[in-house]
């Protein structure tokens, strides 16, 4: 340190001391806030990232931390606002009027007291993680600089640094230094030197806290003596002059820093003193002409960090507006990194910041940068070979744009985005944990420093875009804190511990939320924790200790906030709310000793509190959370359920409990008297160890009525087993004990089989210590003579009998699970045989078993014995003795049933016991067809099961599928289907009588070279048909390929001749789908059998027209003769109903087919038709009822109408006048149809002339239209040549004209003649515009027509005025051409018009329109001609009138 300051040194030591005196005479500071404790998280990164100490965070030891009722009382003051003692310290007449661009956009309306405090944190965020930052305001420092500003004129604050000291820079050269306790210590500068300077810019204080830098918004540094308070260099010529100081920062090494102005430039600072005298020299490190730098960050390491290998490199990150660099300031200059931004937002503002971070137990240090709304992460490391080499890390996306980003701890990093609001971040996880609006700080913004306005403003517009939200200066982090510079005050924003974050969520009521976070922090889960220190166990009993005294808070609440008055469901809603979490914690604690006891008896003192307690309990015993419970809880909970009337939930409860909190008497004797029979059975195994004493009670229940001769089985056992083997009992129906019986005995059975299979009912498992011991006695007691108290009437082993008349079939199931799971040895096998033997007796020697249930026994029998390793013995007659009990023909009842159990017996193995030959005789004689057909598949004989299948009426549709899948599948023998389709053969009309339809598809599939031969066999005519039709018709749904087939026609024409004998009103319908017969063979038929409508439907068929109208004219008249010679009739009459019919099919007939007629033929049948209908007319009116005279005329009326569109009208009028009734002048009958043709007429010819009126006028608009448009004057964009640039006036040649284009160009044609602008176009000479053209040379002229198609080469009007004022006379001016022809701009004008209306022309449709007018203007729309008019406008499908006024078209 210097010993003799200098002039200047003493003048600023001395203004140092006359400000401080001042500040502290002019009001006292305020201590409001405790020291500054400067946590220090990055302890975590000594290779344990989960043990926090205490010491490393500076947390002061507590010897009695607060209570949880003294935090709930105490007044947050963080949440107060701030006031000045002096209110005339906030008079702002005195600040510099030229630093109001310091403050922020969004916050230059914050100073409303009332939107002070806005803190605005996201609702799923808050409820997860609680309030995670603490945000307070420094009174005394934030006091002091507003009263700086009034007193000493200090300026607004511009810059901020922190370490074991605070420095305030402000707008008027000074800087403001205070220590821990917001104590002002020192006042650097003085407001002449700040005239001189400018504003502070730019702070940075190195690691002991010994110097302090100064920028200055006109570029000067200064360095301060932070323990003297003197100036100890002043820098001026380290940068270029005229550029501010952006950035100023001291590295690790005390003698270099970094500088960046608002040139772009950064450069090296190395401080040095030779004798005595103090230098500095200065390195230019990155030039601004190469990309201008705007944000530097050098690599700090912590104290215990400084031997890591990376320190020696002295990096250095620096952000441009294009890339980010790292280099090495040693032990030489050298990049080690670059990256491009990509694109981005140019306003956006370029972050860096460093931080060590543990990643795989290795510390290096990781690099966060961004601009905009994407944060990288790059991981730093030094190889063996010395190299250093960067990893792209997980970057973190965001929603919106960043303006500053601090890392507070290796895991959490606190990003500032563009609307000032705080987003705290989980850096592994991503995950948002707060967010917080910080307006009201009225952050402080360097934007005049970037935009260099103290210097004249010299800097580039990219630069002062990014200075607009640069806030570099005014956001400072140390040991965990980060400070905030407002315009009038510091905040700092640090963790809280996680004490302070549950007892925030406590003061707020969030007790819910307080418990999960706290729960959170005991199972290691929770996001940014400060001040759990120790091992794992440690720290969760120090979380479960708060969480207990929460729980207790909460139970007190929960009782305190109960309504007490209302409805009892409001109160049980209210505890259905909380008690269950005070029941989870606990549980999740582990604390049941708490639970039972404190809380037990806190919440008994409300009953209904109490009853949903003991209703909460259910679910964690049901789910095994729960073992073990207090007797006393215990009796109150069966207490409450039986009060309930919930004695399933008991039962279920019990078995899912800890015997030993139980009553046992007490349990047993309640099971019994509600039917618990689960409970009951459950605390007799694991109570006592017994497991007989339940089945004998049980047995003791359903033994009576069995012995009585009751059926216990009606009640399907299949759906009491899906119930009971889930231990639910259902309620006693209106069968009463019945029911009830029936319940205990599927107990019982389930019960003997988990005993038998070493299972525990009705969960878990025996010990096994047990298994042996229990089988033994279940087995001794099943084969028991009698039972304990047994009376002389009862029978021997009445277990087995008991058990067998409930249900034989699960009995013997259980039997069967049992004896697979026993070993070989010797007792085992003696109970087998002895159980096998006791089944037989008791089943065979009595007549009390139906037949189902003694094939029960044998079937079990039959697969016991089929085993490999059977020891059983069972003597083989008693299987004849079965087989006739089964097959005896003296008992027809239960026949289904009976076959069915002797099926199962046989397929369980049980046919070894029986001779073959002797079974199928006896099946055969109890029509046991099933039987039969399982013996036979047995031996291939697959045609005799064919018999069985015809034979067996409830099966006998079967046979179809069971022939074509022997036929069709793989895997038989030729023989073998060969006799199948012999015996298929012999039985097929036994098949047809069975199911016509599918006998077809197995005809159709399998004997299609056969179908003769089938028909031949189908001796009935009425089966033939049924037959023939499934075959033939594919309406009847069978899927046949009729072309594989290939029926000869004459078996079509023998289906046409039954069809038309028992279906004839079918025959034409038939005739339309059928395909393969002859025309003259099925006329023939048809006239056999009279069917006169089919006749006219084939010959018409056949092409004779004619034949076929005349059968329909004469069924047409037989119908009419029978009208004439009727007499009175009701108002309905069915022979004119036919008349009718008969007339509209012959009418029908000719319209098909007039087409294709020449008028000669068409008058051949229209005539002779009208003539028909008009006959009966001529009679006498009085021979015919006025009804059917009326309803003749209409029905002439249609023929008439009918025939005008092929017959012309003068042809009818004519040949209606020649009649001789008519003619002799009895017109009268006929002119109401003379009337109707004439109106007909009348209107097709209005229509016929409005049409093509609206035609006319269409065409004529649009010739108009078009002719506009194409003499359309041309409108030139300029009055020089656009080739030589000259007025067109002034050009001297003589014969030279002007051309003017539809684009607008102009030219004298001498010069487009000189750029060979001219294209012969058919025989033409066309000009093209020069300047419009794609190419100045002509190309080829198949190019060139192109172009002109496509409107390039646009044509131009020729002016006719020569290029000078002309004298009279002078023969040089060139005359318009008066040619008629269009040009291709005229063409192509006509052409755009013709695309608007696509179809056929008008000029066609008038042309055909005049020629039918002019030729038949009596008949416009007939066909007269001997040829159809196929080629016509009017006849094409997509023909439509158009007739709308055409769309404009476009100039």
């Not at 009958?1229 to 006319?1256: K, P, V, W």
């Amino acid at each position: 340190m210097e010993n003799e300051p200098d002039h200047e040194n003493v003048e600023q030591s001395l203004c140092a001391k006359t400000s401080e005196e001042e500040l502290n005479k002019s009001f006292n500071l305020e201590a409001s806030l405790s020291k500054f404790s400067y946590i220090d998280l990055d302890k975590e990164l000594e290779f344990k990232n989960d043990l926090i100490d205490d010491k490393e965070f500076d947390i002061p030891q507590v010897d009695t931390p607060p209570t949880l009722e003294s935090i709930l009382n105490e007044t947050d003051d963080e949440d107060e606002s701030f006031v000045l003692e002096d209110p005339t310290l906030l008079n702002i007449d005195t600040i510099d009027s030229h630093s109001y661009d310091t403050s922020s956009v969004a916050s230059s309306d914050s100073g409303d007291r009332t939107n002070l405090k806005r803190k605005k944190k996201l609702p799923d965020s808050f409820s997860l993680h609680g309030s995670v930052m603490r945000h307070s305001l420094l009174k005394g420092i934030s006091a002091q600089i507003v009263s700086a500003a009034d007193k000493v004129d200090a300026g607004l604050p511009t810059a901020i640094a922190v370490s074991s000291l605070i420095a305030v820079g402000t707008s008027h050269g000074l800087a403001l230094i205070f220590d821990q306790n917001q104590a002002l210590r020192l006042c650097l500068g003085s407001t002449s030197v700040g005239g001189q300077y400018g504003a502070i810019s730019a702070l940075s204080i190195n690691n002991d806290c010994s110097r302090l830098l100064c920028g200055f918004a006109k570029g000067q540094i200064t360095m301060w003596d932070l323990a003297s308070g003197k100036l100890l260099r002043s820098i001026t010529d380290a940068h270029p002059p005229g550029t501010a100081i952006l950035h100023i920062k001291f590295t690790d090494d005390p003698t270099l820093a970094i500088c960046n102005d608002s040139g772009g430039s950064v450069f090296e600072l190395t401080f040095k003193r030779v004798m005595g005298v103090r230098t500095c020299e200065s390195r230019c490190l990155f030039s601004g002409s190469k990309g201008e730098v705007c944000c530097i960050e050098p690599l700090h390491s912590k104290p215990e960090l400084k031997d890591h290998p990376i320190t020696q490199f002295s990096l250095l990150a620096m952000a441009s507006l294009t890339k980010i660099l790292v280099i090495g300031l040693k032990p030489s200059l050298k990049v080690w990194m670059t990256f491009p931004y990509g694109r981005m937002d140019p306003s956006s503002v370029p972050l860096l910041a460093w931080h060590f971070v543990a990643v795989q137990n290795y510390v290096n240090p990781m690099l966060a940068f961004c601009r905009g709304d994407v944060v990288h992460f790059l991981l730093v490391k030094r190889d063996e070979s010395g190299a250093i080499h960067v990893t792209k890390q997980k970057h973190l996306h965001l929603y919106y744009d960043l303006i500053n980003f601090t890392w507070i701890n290796s895991r959490t990093v606190v990003l500032l985005d563009s609307v000032e609001k705080l987003h705290v971040i989980d850096r592994q996880t991503q995950e948002e944990l707060e967010t917080v609006e910080i307006s009201e700080v009225q952050l402080v913004y360097n934007s005049s420093h970037f935009k260099s306005l103290a210097t004249g403003g010299n800097v580039s517009q990219a630069l002062a875009l990014v200075g607009e939200k640069a806030c570099y200066q005014s956001i400072s982090s140390y040991g965990g804190q980060i400070f905030y510079l407002g315009t009038k005050s510091v905040y700092v924003m640090m963790l809280r511990s996680w004490r302070e974050r549950v007892d925030h969520l406590l003061k707020q009521d969030c007790l819910t939320e307080a418990l999960a976070l706290a729960w959170s922090f005991h199972e290691g889960k929770a996001k940014a924790v400060v001040g759990l220190s120790g091992d794992a166990s440690k720290r969760k009993a120090i979380v479960a200790d708060r969480m207990v005294e929460i729980l207790f808070h909460y139970a007190d609440r929960a009782l305190k906030k109960c309504p007490d008055q209302g409805k009892i469901q409001v109160m049980e809603q209210h505890f259905q709310d909380m008690v269950p979490v005070i029941v989870d914690y606990c549980l999740l604690l582990q604390r049941k000793d708490l639970l039972f006891s404190q809380m037990y008896d806190k919440l008994s003192e409300n009953s209904v509190a109490k009853g949903v307690f003991l209703e909460c309990l259910e679910p964690y015993i049901l789910s095994d959370k729960l073992v073990g419970i207090t007797p006393q809880v215990m009796k109150d909970l069966i207490v409450h359920f039986q009060d309930k009337k919930l004695m399933e939930n008991v039962e279920a409860l019990i078995v899912h409990m800890d015997i030993t909190s139980l009553d046992i008497q007490q349990v047993v004797l309640m099971c019994w008297e509600n039917r618990l029979y689960d409970a009951m059975i459950y605390v007799y195994n694991r109570g006592m160890n017994e497991f007989i004493s339940p089945m004998e009670k049980l047995f003791r229940v359903i033994a009576p009525p069995l012995n009585a001769g009751k059926t216990l089985t009606a009640v399907s056992f299949c759906v009491d087993k899906c119930v009971h083997f889930l231990g639910q009992i259902p309620k006693v129906g209106m069968a009463g004990l019945y029911d009830e019986q029936v319940v205990m005995g599927n107990k019982l059975l389930v019960y003997i089989s988990c005993c038998l299979a070493g299972r525990a009912y009705p969960l878990g498992d025996i010990p096994e210590d047990l298994v042996p011991l229990v089988k033994n006695q279940v087995f001794e007691f099943l084969i028991r003579l009698h039972s304990a108290e047994a009376s002389p009437e009862e029978e021997i082993y009445p277990y087995i009998r008991t058990l067998l008349h409930f249900d034989t079939r699960e009995f013997l199931n259980v039997l069967a699970l049992t004896f697979e799971d026993f070993k070989n040895d010797k007792q085992a096998v003696e109970y087998q045989q002895r159980i096998v033997d006791i089944l037989l007796k008791v089943m065979v020697e009595n007549s009390d078993f139906t037949p189902s249930q003694v094939g029960c026994l044998f079937t079990f029998l039959a697969r016991q014995l089929a085993k490999p390793d059977n020891t059983l013995f069972v003597n083989r007659t008693l299987f004849d003795q079965v087989l006739e009990f089964l097959c005896s023909p003296d008992d027809d009842s239960r026949h289904s049933e009976r076959q069915q159990v002797l099926l199962e017996l046989l397929q369980a193995g049980g046919i070894v016991q029986f001779e073959e030959s002797r079974l199928i005789r006896m099946a055969e004689k109890a029509e046991f067809y099933q039987i039969c057909e399982f013996m036979y598949e047995r031996e291939h004989q697959y045609d005799k099961i064919i018999d069985c299948y015809l034979r067996d009426p409830l099966r006998e549709e079967e046979v179809f599928n069971y022939i074509h899948n022997i036929l069709s599948i793989p895997g038989h023998s030729p023989e073998e289907k060969q006799s199948v389709w012999q015996k298929a053969m012999d039985h097929i009309e036994e098949l047809v009588s069975l199911k016509p339809c599918k006998a077809a598809e197995l005809v159709a599939t399998h004997f299609s070279g056969h179908i003769e031969t089938v028909i031949k066999k189908l001796q009935n005519q009425v089966l033939l048909f049924k037959f023939l039709r499934s075959l033939l018709d594919p309406r009847e749904g069978i899927h046949i390929n009729q072309e594989l087939l290939q029926i000869s026609p004459c078996i079509t024409e023998q289906f046409i001749e039954l069809l038309c004998q028992f279906n004839p009103t079918q025959v034409i319908e038939t005739l339309q789908v059928l395909e393969c017969y002859r025309l003259e063979e099925t006329i023939q038929i048809t006239q056999k059998y009279q069917l006169h409508e089919v006749t006219a439907y084939l010959l018409e068929k056949k092409g004779d027209i004619h034949g076929a109208f005349l059968i329909m004219l004469e069924r047409l008249q037989s119908k009419l003769q029978e009208v004439t010679h009727q007499g009175e009739n009701t108002k309905e009459d069915p022979s004119l109903k036919d008349v009718e019919d008969t007339m509209v099919e012959t009418i029908a007939l000719c319209q098909r087919n007039s087409h294709n007629l020449n008028q000669q033929q068409r008058e051949a049948l229209w005539f002779p038709l009208l003539e028909a209908m008009m006959a009966p007319q001529k009679l006498s009116s009085s021979a015919i009822p006025h009804l059917h005279s009326e309803a003749l005329k209409s029905l002439t009326m249609q023929v008439l109408n009918s025939m005008a569109a092929f017959i012309a009208l003068p042809s009818i009028l004519q040949r209606i006048l020649q009649d001789p009734v008519y003619g002799k002048g009895k017109l009268g009958e006929i002119q109401g149809l003379i009337l109707g043709m004439l109106d007909t007429f009348n209107y097709e010819q209005t229509l016929l002339e409005t049409t093509t009126s609206l035609l006319n006028q269409d065409l004529h608009w649009s010739l108009c239209n078009l002719r506009a448009s194409v003499t359309r004057g041309l409108n030139p964009k300029q009055d020089y040549c656009s080739i030589c640039l000259q007025q067109y006036k002034r050009r001297q040649e003589m014969a030279d004209e002007i051309i003017v284009f539809s684009c607008g160009h102009l030219y004298h044609s001498f010069c487009l003649q000189n750029k060979e602008c001219t294209v012969e176009f058919e025989g033409q000479t066309r000009w093209t515009c020069y300047k419009c053209s794609s190419s100045n040379k002509v190309g080829k002229l198949s190019e060139n027509s192109s172009e002109i198609k496509k409107g390039r080469i646009t044509p131009s009007q020729v002016k006719m005025s020569p290029s000078y004022h002309q004298s009279k006379g002078d023969p040089t001016a060139k005359k318009g051409t008066s040619e008629p022809v269009l040009d291709p701009q005229q063409i192509q004008a006509f052409d755009q018009l013709c695309r608007l209306y696509r179809g056929s022309s008008r000029l066609a449709l008038l042309t055909e329109l005049s020629q039918n007018r002019s030729s038949e203007s009596y008949r416009p729309f007939s066909g007269s001609q001997s040829a159809p008019a196929f080629n016509s406008i009017f006849q094409n499908e997509n023909f439509q009138l158009q007739l709308i006024p055409p769309p404009v078209t476009e100039d």
